[in-house]
Each structure stands twice: as structure tokens, then as C-alpha cells.
């Protein structure tokens, strides 16, 4: 059975800094997409950020517009981590905020965390 962990959410102020990470465990095979996405409160559930497994230790990246030159995403291969580095943080970026990944344990799959509450405000 396949479980994604996050932490590091949590309260700030306008223009910090928050770091979340997102831990896969269980029986995977193999990890292709790791993601990050968001849902601010009565809003639709958008994508933040994702890596995509290149076979090299790094992988290739995407982000959201909202989000470009102030969020980094990053893998720890090893760790089966993704991290969501949070910089110059605004009060529009207050959000549940989930991990995904495409991966493939017994099957390939999508899998998806329990969420973490990141709450931008002074």
C-alpha cells in the first residue's frame, strides 16, 4: 500500500518562507511525476508544481504562472521526497496544499496526500 506524508505547512507572514515535504512510501516500483497542488478556500484544486522523473537524479520542471521565480519543487530520489520551497510568500498563496504522484507499485497509479494547511497572513 502506497502513502504520501506531507509536512511543513503551517502559518506565516507575508513575505517568509515555508518548506513542505511530501514522503512516498510503501511498494513502489518506480516514480514518474511528483506534484504539488493547491486549493485556497472555495476555490477549484490547481496545480502548483511538478517534477517529472528524466532518469537523472534531478528530473524536469514545471510551475504555475502564479507561482514562477518564488516557489522551487525538488526530489530526493532516494528519499522518495518531493520538496516545495515557498519563498516571497502572499496571502493569495493561503491554501490546502497536496502532494501527487504518478507511480507505479502492484499497478500504476495516482496517489495523493492528505494535505497540509498553509496559511499566508500577518
Known amino acids: 500500500q502506497v502513502q504520501l506524508v506531507e509536512s511543513g505547512g503551517g502559518l506565516v507572514q507575508p513575505g517568509g518562507s515555508l518548506r513542505l515535504s511530501c514522503e512516498a512510501s510503501?511498494?513502489?516500483?518506480?516514480?514518474?511525476?511528483m506534484d504539488w497542488y493547491r486549493q485556497p478556500p472555495g476555490k477549484q484544486r490547481e496545480l502548483v508544481a511538478r517534477?517529472?522523473?528524466?532518469?537523472?537524479?534531478?528530473?524536469?520542471?514545471d510551475y504555475a504562472d502564479s507561482v514562477k521565480g518564488r516557489f522551487t519543487i525538488s526530489r530526493d530520489n532516494a528519499k522518495n521526497t518531493v520538496y516545495l520551497q515557498m519563498n516571497s510568500l502572499k496571502p493569495e498563496d493561503t491554501a490546502v496544499y497536496y502532494c501527487?504522484?504518478?507511480?507505479?507499485?502492484?499497478?500504476?497509479?495516482?496517489?495523493w496526500g492528505q494535505g497540509t494547511q498553509v496559511t499566508v497572513s500577518s
Open positions: 517534477i517529472i522523473s528524466d532518469g537523472t537524479s534531478g528530473g524536469n520542471t
Open positions: 501527487h504522484a504518478d507511480l507505479r507499485s502492484s499497478y500504476r497509479g495516482s496517489y
Open positions: 510503501g511498494s513502489i516500483v518506480s516514480i514518474y511525476a
